[in-house]
């Protein structure tokens, strides 16, 4: 994997999202995220390359526990707009999924408390 980069699951949406949206600007491949149409001065063939290089580096670090749920995706925008639906919304069950991760969330004396926070 490149540098840090890890793969999404869905505890580590917060953490992923901005790390792959760097990712994808310094790989120059961040158009197809931001636009669902060919912006002017694209082919449509450069614009169909560029929009499945940026499905395969997303997907690449897509855990396989998601991947089954956007294995189908091959636009770019609309990948990237599933992946954050499916994660990022504000059930009843997320929430409650939240709480409980805070409420087990327990010190240790061994670990500083950057890493305590981070835990969670």
């Not at 956007?70 to 990237?80: G, I, K, N, P, Q």
């Given at each position: 994997?490149?540098?840090?980069?890890?793969?999404?699951?869905?505890?580590?949406?917060?953490?992923w999202?901005?790390?792959?949206?760097d990712?994808?600007?310094?790989?120059?491949?961040?158009?197809?995220?931001?636009?669902?149409?060919?912006?002017?001065?694209?082919?449509?063939?450069?614009?169909?390359?560029?929009?499945?290089?940026?499905?395969?580096?997303?997907?690449?670090?897509?855990?396989?526990?998601?991947?089954?749920?956007?294995?189908?995706?091959?636009?770019?925008?609309?990948?990237?707009?599933?992946?954050?639906?499916?994660?990022q919304?504000?059930?009843?069950?997320?929430?409650?999924?939240?709480v409980?991760?805070?409420?087990?969330?327990?010190?240790?004396?061994?670990?500083?408390?950057?890493?305590?926070?981070?835990?969670?």
């Amino acid at each position: 994997m490149e540098g840090d980069m890890f793969k999404l699951t869905a505890d580590n949406y917060s953490y992923w999202k901005p790390m792959m949206e760097d990712n994808l600007y310094c790989k120059d491949l961040y158009e197809p995220i931001t636009n669902s149409e060919i912006p002017k001065g694209k082919t449509e063939k450069d614009w169909e390359i560029l929009n499945r290089k940026t499905v395969a580096m997303i997907r690449k670090y897509i855990d396989k526990s998601l991947f089954e749920h956007v294995s189908t995706y091959t636009d770019a925008y609309e990948l990237w707009t599933k992946l954050e639906s499916m994660i990022q919304k504000k059930t009843p069950r997320n929430k409650a999924h939240l709480v409980r991760r805070l409420v087990k969330l327990e010190y240790s004396d061994d670990q500083n408390m950057i890493e305590h926070l981070n835990t969670f």
